[in-house]
């Protein structure tokens, strides 16, 4: 393998543009405005993937929650000042339910934007347009593989072909419309896939998709039964194909803007595979209600501790427990604990994301830098 970027000394250009960046998130966690809500408005699936994170079931538990009372939310946020907010409607499956349209007009109303997150498996051209006709301006469609490696982590064998209809939809709209309909292609990198990342790549380019995203698998729900994770080796593999594929460029010019999730600090390939320093902003700009009514930030921080509140106990105010609550999430001097210590890159890292702790005052399950080393 060719010399990793982490075997490479930070200079001191990278060290002041670190700590320049540290002065901004400060900053913006001083002020923690709202501008992105994650909706978790059903926790049923029409898929069995390996890699859940929220272990969801065609019949969930939980039952789906009410338009209305997500909506309840909504005008809290709205009566409270704030004029922009991104809704992002998720699951589960969104396309489960079939009110999705009403929820989206119902948002659209109070001026905020929305788009959805699907795996695209009961996606049609009949939906998707009625789903655009009533607001939708972004979505998130997951793709994890060519055919086999895709209907293999999602246990159906339908589910390529479906996903790469609804991919197709998704370019044909923004072309068409580019200011007002976006929307990217999310693949979850694991031990079955690392070795087609190339030909995914070349793929999506000939799809005509411009916005790809990746993310590795972490340990939780039905990906913590199974053995997905990449070994540090696979990891600074990753790294160095996600740095190079955001410099390459077809044989006739074509390319894909690729970004790195925003889990963890990567030290020396910060601003090498995504566009922006590692910023976990759960609890800082970043909210969600969950489908029993919880309230916290991404829906991957699901620790009983990270909790806020319930949008069905009595008197609820969601942006009262916004400017009042979120504590452990806006301070988090509580996670510089275990291998976090004394790490000299702690204060560009805050250990990691909220979602790789089991609670506010454990340390994270792993650290992407610790993986990078040699």
């Known amino acids: 393998m060719h010399k990793s970027l982490y075997q490479k000394k930070l200079t001191l250009t990278d060290i002041l543009k670190r700590e320049f960046f540290r002065l901004y998130r400060k900053s913006v966690t001083k002020k923690h405005i709202l501008n992105y809500l994650f909706w978790e408005c059903t926790l049923r699936c029409n898929l069995n993937c390996k890699h859940c994170g929220s272990d969801c079931l065609k019949e969930a538990g939980v039952p789906d929650m009410p338009v209305e009372d997500f909506i309840s939310v909504i005008d809290n946020i709205k009566k409270s000042g704030i004029k922009k907010l991104t809704v992002c409607i998720t699951g589960g499956e969104p396309l489960l339910r079939k009110d999705l349209e009403k929820a989206g007009r119902e948002i659209r109303k109070r001026g905020f934007g929305w788009g959805i997150v699907t795996n695209g498996l009961i996606m049609t051209k009949e939906r998707f347009t009625s789903l655009i006709q009533s607001g939708m301006t972004s979505m998130s469609v997951s793709i994890d593989g060519l055919l086999k490696e895709h209907n293999d982590l999602r246990q159906n064998p339908s589910s390529f072909k479906t996903v790469e209809n609804t991919i197709k939809l998704c370019v044909e709209q923004n072309t068409k419309f580019p200011e007002c309909f976006i929307f990217d292609v999310i693949t979850c990198v694991h031990h079955g896939n690392i070795d087609k990342l190339?030909?995914?790549?070349?793929?999506?380019?000939?799809?005509?998709?411009?916005?790809?995203?990746?993310?590795?698998?972490?340990?939780?729900?039905?990906?913590?039964?199974?053995?997905?994770?990449?070994?540090?080796?696979?990891?600074?593999?990753?790294?160095?194909?996600?740095?190079?594929?955001?410099?390459?460029?077809?044989?006739?010019?074509?390319?894909?803007?690729?970004?790195?999730?925003?889990?963890?600090?990567?030290?020396?390939?910060?601003?090498?595979?995504?566009?922006?320093?590692?910023?976990?902003?759960?609890?800082?700009?970043?909210?969600?209600?969950?489908?029993?009514?919880?309230?916290?930030?991404?829906?991957?921080?699901?620790?009983?501790?990270?909790?806020?509140?319930?949008?069905?106990?009595?008197?609820?105010?969601?942006?009262?427990?916004?400017?009042?609550?979120?504590?452990?999430?806006?301070?988090?001097?509580?996670?510089?604990?275990?291998?976090?210590?004394?790490?000299?890159?702690?204060?560009?890292?805050?250990?990691?994301?909220?979602?790789?702790?089991?609670d506010d005052h454990s340390e994270c399950s792993h650290c992407n830098l610790q993986l990078l080393k040699e």
Request: aromatic share 14%.
């Open 198 to 358: 190339s030909d995914i790549r070349d793929y999506l380019i000939n799809l005509g998709v411009t916005q790809w995203r990746i993310f590795s698998i972490f340990p939780s729900g039905r990906a913590q039964q199974n053995d997905l994770s990449l070994t540090k080796e696979e990891y600074i593999k990753l790294m160095d194909f996600i740095a190079h594929t955001r410099t390459y460029t077809t044989s006739d010019g074509k390319s894909i803007r690729l970004n790195y999730s925003c889990e963890g600090y990567l030290g020396k390939y910060e601003l090498k595979v995504r566009d922006f320093f590692y910023f976990c902003r759960g609890g800082i700009n970043v909210g969600s209600v969950m489908c029993d009514g919880s309230v916290s930030a991404c829906l991957s921080v699901r620790a009983k501790s990270f909790i806020q509140g319930n949008i069905y106990t009595e008197n609820f105010d969601f942006m009262k427990i916004w400017n009042t609550r979120y504590e452990n999430m806006r301070d988090r001097s509580w996670a510089k604990t275990g291998m976090c210590k004394k790490c000299k890159s702690w204060r560009w890292c805050l250990g990691n994301g909220l979602h790789l702790h089991n």
